[in-house]
């Protein structure tokens, strides 16, 4: 089966502070997201990768950075944390052309 | 740009009543639509998908069909259960990166 763990399942941090998401496939694919979950918007997309060290900006990126140094790994990082940033975070990774895999998300609170 | 438009929540059903979750879509080209489920506390699960027009996509009872004449894909069961409460999300794909256009969520409850 196909695993995508997320580091956290709930985070809790306080505003300023730098903050580490962190995402690990293990079927060897070659793209990887990061999006947020906010009720009534849905799914939007913050950054993603197609290869180790590559990266898009996705629809909202203000705020945020990534990091992908091996295949397997994309991290999330936010600079600074801000009470908007409080949010369910979600991770996916798949092969291109072939559908998402999602990690279990986590809760990140900002106070 | 692309857009996916799915019915507001939430649904509440009872236990084998008839399910329809409507989504219809906006895209150039010809994308690949998707249905998602999000169980309480976990993450996205594809549920079924369908990549070209009249495709069929199917999967634990559930079906949808991509009609490019109308840009729908709603999503039907025969017969819900209680567990099949869960937020269900519409999407669309298209382009060599994968990104994926997703509608807003329609929450189902299912009671007995």
């Known amino acids: 089966d196909v695993k995508v763990t997320q580091s956290s399942r709930y985070l809790v941090k306080r505003t300023g502070e730098k903050v580490f998401l962190e995402c690990v496939q293990d079927?060897?694919?070659?793209?990887m997201f990061w999006y947020r979950q906010d009720p009534g918007l849905g799914l939007r997309l913050i950054y993603f990768s197609y290869d180790v060290k590559m990266k898009e900006k996705g629809d909202i990126p203000e705020g945020y950075s990534v990091s992908r140094e091996k295949k397997e790994r994309f991290s999330l990082i936010l600079e600074s944390a801000s009470t908007n940033q409080t949010s369910m975070y979600l991770c996916a990774s798949c092969r291109p052309s072939y559908e998402q895999y999602f990690g279990p998300g986590t809760r990140l609170t900002v106070t | 740009g692309d857009s996916v438009t799915q019915m507001e929540g939430p649904v509440t059903l009872s236990e084998e009543a008839f399910l329809t979750i409507n989504c219809t879509y906006t895209a150039t080209g010809y994308p690949s639509l998707f249905w998602y489920v999000q169980y309480p506390g976990e993450g996205l699960q594809l549920l079924l998908k369908?990549?070209?027009?009249?495709d069929k996509g199917s999967n634990k009872g559930f079906e949808a069909t991509y009609r490019k004449e109308t840009t729908s894909f709603h999503l039907e069961k025969g017969s819900v259960q209680v567990s099949d409460s869960a937020v269900y999300f519409c999407a669309l794909s298209r382009g060599g990166y994968q990104k994926v256009t997703f509608g807003t969520g329609t929450k189902l409850q299912v009671i007995p």
């Open positions: 369908a990549t070209k027009a009249d």
């Open positions: 079927m060897d694919h070659e793209n």
